[in-house]
């Protein structure tokens, strides 16, 4: 249930704090005192869209809060999966729009985005507003009335999950088709480019081999006379390197050459060892690296060519190396089969899209039989309901008509109506008066309440319409279903704040710069001045004052 509601700087409401008790919570002020404007910050929490115009001081930012105890516990998986810390006492969400306009949303301070937001505050709270009695006529909504009632969330969902995979092949069948046609016209094209493909082959990689290559063959007889002139130097007459350190080996094996250096007069004879057998090494490679170089005008003429090749075939076929090459010829090859039957079996996804269709068809006649199942109860159930706020004749019938298969199944529903004996029924939305659709919409939001499990439910002036003994009842239901929810309403019917078990008021007050709204929690002598004020209008007497306690101690 909501604990508090914090508002600042939203229209005329600078700062307020509001405190809600569990039960039924009444809010009640003269038109225009802001109880509306209190529903609308509200409204900011369950993901509506924010304004910089609601803004009273249009340098301070406005922040929304609201306070929740002991939170569903179903939602605790959703926390997890969004990196919400979760507390079970208490749920915290907040919404603040800058000056600029921007807004930011929060779950216990955690960042989060509108449509998370909505998603855990739909969880939470329920605001019926005026405006929500059009919602009877949308066939959508009046659907989805059903589905919750009925608790069909899981059959929806594996007829969804059926839909989805359905229209998810069809549509790619259509893309092989559609493909195919192309395809067929552009065939002799495709040939043509992968003609000149298939004589060129092109490799991945290929153009740095063979650059490589180019080079060293371009340079061959340097390469090889320098490589020559090392491994003589090293290797070769008396002149060279290992020669020298030969003769250098013998002279110093003469000396005794531990009278110089009793320490290291052995090393020396062997850092020479080791250093003829490097320089054996590198003259050995040497010569393996020589006779693998060949001057060969042929292959490097071939080699060129091939090059040139590459990059004519990079620049006609528009790509930017041999690797997208490569690419395109494997994705030529890949379409022509397709366009020749070669690629996915079409005729054998077509079997698949049927037994798809026929799965479909039956989880949605299963659909059908279970809405119907529930919308006869829900009838049942609606005119119980309703029949005590004063209609008795009142007939409520839900139809069920088939349409086109849709993500939602292949329903249609229409909320039917009577209110007389004489009337046949008729779509709600064209025979209900204001007072009629207001009661109708109670009854359905009691039932809802109950089978969603909502811990809070708002009703903005859901009385409109009705006076006298009706909003007394209605009051009275408001109250019943306090006793499993939190029912918060905004009236301007002394019946139904009668009923209330707490009482808000919502007032202006003007300073000196400004007319500000302010709300606060009425005590038992206050809430007596407040009904009789209701009852009786600016003036209040001691008859008013009278009706006002009898009308409270009747409750």
């Known amino acids: 249930m909501i604990s508090r509601l914090s508002i600042s700087n939203y229209a005329l409401i600078e700062n307020s704090g509001i405190d809600f008790d569990k039960g039924f919570t009444v809010i009640t002020g003269e038109t225009g005192a802001g109880k509306s404007i209190m529903l609308d910050a509200l409204s900011l929490l369950m993901g509506a869209r924010a304004d910089s115009r609601v803004m009273g001081n249009k340098e301070k930012k406005t922040v929304v809060e609201a306070s929740f105890l002991n939170p569903d516990s179903r939602l605790n998986d959703l926390f997890s999966q969004n990196n919400i810390d979760w507390d079970d006492k208490e749920l915290v969400i907040r919404r603040e729009i800058s000056p600029s306009g921007k807004s930011r949303s929060f779950v216990n301070d955690t960042p989060v985005n509108l449509s998370l937001l909505s998603e855990i505050s739909e969880r939470l709270i329920d605001i019926h507003s005026q405006h929500s009695n059009s919602l009877l006529n949308k066939s959508q909504e ?80 340097t390469i090889k006379n320098n490589l020559q002139d090392s491994i003589n130097l090293i290797s070769g007459g008396n002149g060279a390197a290992i020669r020298s350190l030969q003769l250098a080996y013998a002279s110093l094996s003469e000396i005794d050459l531990s009278l110089l250096d009793s320490h290291n ?236 078990d707490s009482h808000l008021k919502v007032y202006k007050a003007d300073d000196t710069e400004k007319t500000v709204s302010h709300i606060k929690r009425l005590s038992d002598a206050e809430r007596v001045n407040e009904i009789a004020g209701m009852l009786s209008g600016t003036s209040i007497n001691k008859v008013a004052i009278e009706n006002a306690k009898i009308l409270l101690n009747s409750n």
């Open 142 to 221: 009046q659907l989805s009335i059903i589905d919750s009632y009925g608790k069909i969330g899981e059959l929806l969902e594996s007829y969804r999950n059926t839909f989805r995979q359905y229209v998810a092949l069809r549509n790619r069948i259509k893309k092989i088709k559609e493909r195919r046609a192309q395809g067929k016209e552009n065939r002799e094209f495709i040939l043509f480019r992968l003609e000149q493909l298939d004589k060129l082959k092109p490799k991945r990689g290929e153009i740095a081999v063979l650059e490589r290559e180019a080079e060293i063959l371009g340079d061959a007889d």
């Open 265 to 500: 007069s052995d090393n020396i004879l062997e850092r020479i060892d080791n250093l003829k057998v490097e320089l054996r090494d590198i003259s050995d490679t040497l010569e393996g690296y020589s006779e693998k170089i060949n001057s060969d005008p042929e292959k490097l003429d071939r080699i060129q060519s091939r090059i040139e090749s590459l990059y004519e075939a990079m620049k006609r076929f528009k790509v930017k190396d041999e690797n997208e090459l490569v690419d395109l010829y494997t994705h030529l090859k890949e379409e022509l089969k397709e366009i020749d039957g070669e690629g996915e079996d079409e005729t054998e996804l077509e079997f698949k899209l049927k037994e798809f269709a026929k799965e479909l068809k039956e989880q949605a006649e299963k659909l059908t039989n279970a809405r119907q199942i529930a919308a006869k109860e829900f009838s049942e159930t609606i005119e119980e309901r309703i029949i005590p706020l004063g209609l008795p004749n009142v007939k409520f019938h839900v139809a069920i008509e088939k349409g086109k298969m849709s993500q939602d199944g292949q329903d249609i529903l229409t909320f039917y109506c009577s209110f007389n004996k004489n009337h046949a029924l008729q779509p709600v939305s064209e025979i209900a008066s204001g007072g009629e659709i207001s009661r109708v919409m109670l009854g359905i939001k009691s039932v809802m309440a109950e089978k969603m499990e909502l811990p809070t439910v708002i009703f903005d002036e859901i009385d409109t319409g009705v006076s006298g003994e009706i909003a007394h009842k209605m009051g009275k239901m408001m109250k019943e279903m306090s006793d499993k929810l939190q029912v918060i309403t905004v009236t301007h019917l002394p019946q139904v704040a009668a009923n209330g």
